[in-house]
């Protein structure tokens, strides 16, 4: 099958494929702009709202309320209606979101713009994946769902530059800007921009062929298939997708329950084990605690921001290496290879923090040499991770489940990944004050260990497989 695969894809149209996937890979640059525009925002939000501590943290977290309804509801909603026409739906909950938050007088209003952004960033972050995991073929399926990654730290890293530029130009982040409104209101404000481009471009692409053959709209998705490969080859395709989904009926979230065991399938739990085990292991925890490892290098708070470009510079560039790799070695060994690595490094933090800190919940005090080491170690966890368990974990979540239950298990795991993402973020103040941050580090170091095992074990190697082969294995 990769053989033809291959072959239909030379006498097809791959611009058009790619084309295709940067527009749904656009979900996941508006996925990181809009986890990472908050960043800029956090002291100006305080004093606009009048808001504690506590009421602050809420505002900052309450997008991951909205991320995990958002990830459950958008694959039931995309079996039902179609992955299109959510992804608009997305894409107009992403403007209104980043116009709402803006215009906000209250921490109520805020909070509400923030959930209905966190439901587009749900959708987005399984939906996005999907599609083209559905119109890629098998032998760069990979590269291109790798795409959705790319975007997401591109989309990071703009939000920050945009953040350091328009506080620079305003003086702070809660000084005013333009026409009377500060600085942090036009943050959120320029979301609109992606986020209108991403509602134009989705108007001009084709439904998922996979979907329409669901849905019973054969005719439909072999021209879907031959504008991307050839007449003959899409007339092929839609009948082996035809023999891997349910025709007689839209799939439902029950089909990840096995009719003959009355259980969920083996391979839902084995997709909700990657997403919870990618936050598990610690990715947010450096993020969120990266200031210190900054300051303990010796950099001035003034230096903070220069520090978050380069460690987003260095996502980045990884990311594009787990591109070139992930149809080279495939995608076991890269999660593999990343547990391990992850670990490593995060146990070095560990141990780095545990010696070197005199008070780890409240601050740190160590030498030069101590300071720099972190910061390396973190880049380096950050490498790590930007080419393994960043990009491959939506790959495979994007490619692993059968045609049946496609949509249903994206559902339940990506509310499992946002779940876990939200509990990481709920415990690790709770572990740093009660453990100090060598410990804590050394936490979520262990979840390396466990991931490596949980993938060596339970993952089996999608590369070069067709989703209906992927399909069939699971009959």
Known sequence: MQQNDTLAIEQGNLPRVIFLSVVAALGGFLFGFDSGVINGTVGALQEAFDSDAVGTGFNVASMLLGCAAGAFFAGTFADKFGRKYVLIAAA???????????????????????????????????????????????????????????AIVLGLFLAFFSNYNLASLAGTASAELWRGFEAWRWMFWMEIIPASLFFICLLFIPESPRYLVA??????????????????????????????????????????INKKTNRIHPIVWIGMGLAALQQFTGINVVFYYGSVLWQAAGFTEADA??????????????????????????????????????????????????VGAKDAAHGIEMGGKGGVMALLAANLYIAFFAFTWGPIMWVMLGEMFSNKFRGAALAVAGLTQWGANFLVTITFPILLASVGLGVSYGFYAAFGVVAYFFVRRFVTETKGKTLEEISLDQE
């Open 305 to 354: 921001l220069l520090t978050n470009v380069i460690s987003g510079a260095v996502n980045i560039t990884f990311t594009f290496l787990a591109i070139y790799l992930v149809e080279r070695i495939g995608r076991k060994p890269l999660l593999l290879i990343g547990a391990l690595g992850q670990a490593l490094m995060l146990g070095l933090l560990a141990i780095i923090f545990a």
């Open 92 to 150: 107009l909950a992403f403007i209104i979101s980043a116009w709402g938050s803006g215009i906000s007088v209250s921490s109520a209003q805020f909070v509400f713009f923030r959930v209905l952004g966190g439901l587009a960033v749900g959708a987005a972050s399984i939906l996005s994946p999907a599609y083209i995991s559905e119109i890629a073929p098998a032998n760069i399926r990979g590269r291109l769902i790798s795409l959705q990654q790319l």
């Open 215 to 256: 849905a019973n709209k054969t005719d439909k998705a072999t021209s879907v298939l031959a504008s991307l490969t050839n007449l003959a080859f899409a007339k092929k395709q839609v009948e082996e997708i035809r023999r891997t989904v349910f025709r007689e009926r839209k799939p439902r979230l029950s089909d990840i």
